[in-house]
């Protein structure tokens, strides 16, 4: 026998582990529920008892989703995941994207899609607006693409992107609307089947509060169509939806073993959407917006702009401030996490060192956080400028 | 505001939870020190905390995997993902690639490879035989593959394929070595860099005994080359080893966020290395086969037949067992899980029905589980064969 290299030194220490209060753009704390839930013995992909917890999972998205579709699945990855598995099943060569761009996630899809060498037009806004009716029915017109993908919740810039409408409009252009909510589902209103939304995702671990790795997706009957009906096959078993729809009961035949689902991020997100489910949307909503409002307030009192001016198009659950002319930004998020454990997001993209974000999800969102993130960020903002002088 | 839909009645009442014997070929039970992990609070993607705990879970896998290479992370996803992230980064248009196939992951990564229009020529062995040394380089000289594909523990018939000797081999046709070890890594000797494997994935759930959802793989010094070379983006944005590289912190570059990571499932595959680490991989390669042999041994008392007969090639980590003539396979599979919550697996594929599939894995390979597993399939196919008579 060879001889086996020793073991490494570091895995003998226990784990170091802060609680801290994770007031950023997301990963969410997850309440005490959650995390029991992540703590359950594992069953078998196939088990009659795991297969219920993913139809309960399945039955919850379509709540919160606020949609009726079949196909409604999660798939075994982070928020990316699903964003590629949406790339991956809708488009083939031959399609034309439309891709909104406003911030990191539009880049991102953007990216995704020039990696399968489909054809990708752009529609850009500077981070921190959104796109127009009038602007998206003119690059319809003039770029005819089969799908336009938006960001509902864009975190870099911390907008809502209105979508009522929009897929009215996409599908009277013969072109599926594709949106991304993984910043906003569950705190602010949204309505696949009503909107007209034909491929929407969003992630764990923002609003919903569970640990990242499962990530909700679900598919209109249009979508699911042009899925069906592909010239070519989906680029990977992984996210191939015909059989994750399967292995996820969607379409009534029996289910097949595809892969070994993330157990434990399964029964976390199974409690999680309990959780939403107890409270209802329409409280979730209410709460975001609330906190979200004392958080404006406050911010203004302190002194701090907020980037978006017009609050009607404002992402509650992820607020961007602007770093005053003369402040260190990075000393600001240093001092709030080292001396409370509260962290505060750093900008991204274009607008690192000029922003932070501020995030109020789920089980984060709550008045007392926004009190807690005021007064540590104003002792910040002091202490900080001391220093300086 | 729209009309909102109720929440689903299910998500209301708590979750079915039966403690089950995990005797299948995975996922394993896990030892409570790996769920208590799982539950413990969630950090951001790039915060110290976190990116020192990916550090210690990628020392862990070097260590399994007995390599020093660079380029060893976690896929964030199930063994799947780990199976297409070498496929995507390793393969491009003009490759051909030569697959081993004795069984369904063989033929899985096939259709992987397949669905990426790259050549893909397949090297056949009935599900419970291994491939010799002689064929496989009569295989490298008539297709000249630039990558050969074997799984190493074959759960689908129980084979462990030799290796020694396999990487010279290759290289020397100018041929990159992938090996799939889910279900052996940790359970038998492995030797990544001694053995000349060029990319190397396992999964959690099976010897690992954590949940899956984060998944190891690791490339050599010649498939990093490989992938630094292509001259064709990778395919995913998602499994783009580019990406991942850097943000598991392996090229000397500052990490940048890229996706955000499976926080629970990084906790417990780093305690779960942390188990392996504190026994030694030599003891839990002991342990394994100690617990194997009684297995056998149990069995043929039983008067049950192995489908491997030559010992050498058997996977302790899954002993495939011939469901006997004029037994009924499902009673007996039925029979454990209800009156013991002990759980066997059914065949796969061409061995559907044929035969079951006894795991040992991990926390659950221990001589009480074989005592345990024995006494109630002895018992099983006394009452399924009476009740039939």
């Known amino acids: 026998m060879a001889k086996v290299s020793p073991p490494p030194e570091c895995l003998f220490k226990p784990m170091n582990f802060p609680h801290k209060v994770l007031m950023g753009p997301g990963p969410s704390n997850c309440p005490p529920r959650v995390l029991g839930a992540s703590a359950l013995p594992m069953l078998g992909p196939m088990h009659p008892e795991f297969t219920l917890i993913m139809d309960e999972v399945k039955a919850g998205i379509k709540y919160i989703f606020q949609t009726n579709n079949e196909w409604t699945v999660c798939v075994t990855g ?22 909104g761009i406003n911030g990191l996630w539009g880049e991102r899809f953007a990216d995704m899609v020039h990696r399968q060498g489909i054809d990708v037009k752009t529609l850009h806004r500077p981070t921190g607006e959104v796109f127009t009716f009038e602007e998206i029915e003119e690059a319809l017109k003039k770029h005819k693409p089969t799908l336009l993908s ?40 949204l309505f696949m089947d009503l909107w007209g939304i034909d491929c929407l995702y969003t992630g764990a671990q923002k609003v919903l509060s569970a640990p990242s790795g499962a990530s909700p997706i679900s598919f209109s009957k249009r979508a699911k169509e042009k899925v069906k009906n592909r010239l070519t096959e989906v680029r990977s078993l992984y996210f191939d939806m015909n059989h994750l729809a399967n292995y996820w009961g969607c379409d009534g035949e029996a289910r097949r073993y595809h892969h070994t689902g993330p157990t434990s991020c399964i029964y976390a997100i199974r409690e999680s959407l309990a959780v939403l489910a107890e409270q209802g949307l329409e409280e979730s909503w209410k709460k975001h917006k609330h906190c979200a409002e004392l958080l404006y307030e406050g911010l203004e009192k302190i002194g701090l702009e907020l980037l978006v001016k017009d609050k009607s198009i404002r992402n509650p659950c992820v607020t961007v401030v602007k770093v005053p002319d003369g402040v260190d930004w990075k000393s600001v998020i240093e001092y709030t996490r080292k001396t409370y454990r509260v ?32 007064r540590v960020l104003e002792e910040a903002l002091r202490v900080t400028r001391t220093a300086k002088l």
């Not at 982070?78 to 891709?99: I, K, Q």
């Not at 984060?364 to 009190?371: A, E, G, Q």
């Open 78 to 99: 982070s928020g990316h995941a699903a964003m590629e598995t949406a790339c991956l099943n809708l488009l083939e060569p031959g399609d034309t994207v439309l891709v």
């Open 150 to 189: 938006l960001t509902h919740g864009e975190s870099t810039g911390g907008t809502l992107q209105p979508l009522e409408g929009i897929g009215t409009l996409c599908h009277k252009y013969n072109c599926l609307l594709l949106v991304d909510s993984i910043a906003s589902c569950g705190g602010v209103p």
């Open 343 to 374: 962290e505060i997001g750093s900008g991204l993209g274009v607008l690192v060192g000029k922003v932070w974000r501020i995030g109020l999800m789920g089980y984060n969102c709550t008045p007392d956080n926004v009190r807690l993130v005021l």
